[in-house]
Nanobody, 123 residues
Framework: QVQLVESGGGLVQAGGSLRLSCAAS????????MGWFRQAPGKEREFVAT????????YYADSVKGRFTISRDNAKNTVYLQMNSLKPEDTAVYYC????????????????WGQGTQVTVSS
């Protein structure tokens, strides 16, 4: 059974940084693409970033490009999201997900999701 557990969320002031982690178990981690998504209150879930199984290829939403960095440590079965220069509009529940064999921005291509971690950015 695949399990994804996010951590690292919290409350931070605008301009600050947070690092999210997502620990995976239950499948060959390095085989699959990982993704980060977020959902703000009253809004639809949106794509944030994705990384290939090898970690060589990444892709970001325009709204976070240049501020967020996705990375992974396959030896630790963990994917990270380093978030810098945070803005109040980054406030959301952040989810990690796995499933596709190639980079994907569509959440429907991911078949396993974590429980989410809250990120709140105050102005």
């Amino acid at each position: 059974q695949v399990q994804l557990v996010e951590s690292g969320g919290g409350l931070v002031q605008a301009g600050g940084s947070l690092r999210l982690s997502c620990a995976a178990s239950g499948r060959t981690f390095s085989t699959y693409t990982m993704g980060w998504f977020r959902q703000a209150p009253g809004k639809e879930r949106e794509f944030v970033a994705t990384i290939s199984g090898s970690g060589v290829f990444t892709y970001y939403a325009d709204s976070v490009k240049g501020r967020f960095t996705i990375s992974r440590d396959n030896a630790k079965n963990t994917v990270y999201l380093q978030m810098n220069s945070l803005k109040p509009e980054d406030t959301a529940v952040y989810y990690c997900a796995t499933g596709p064999r190639s980079l994907a921005t569509d959440g429907y291509k991911y078949d396993y999701w974590g429980q989410g971690t809250q990120v709140t950015v105050s102005s």
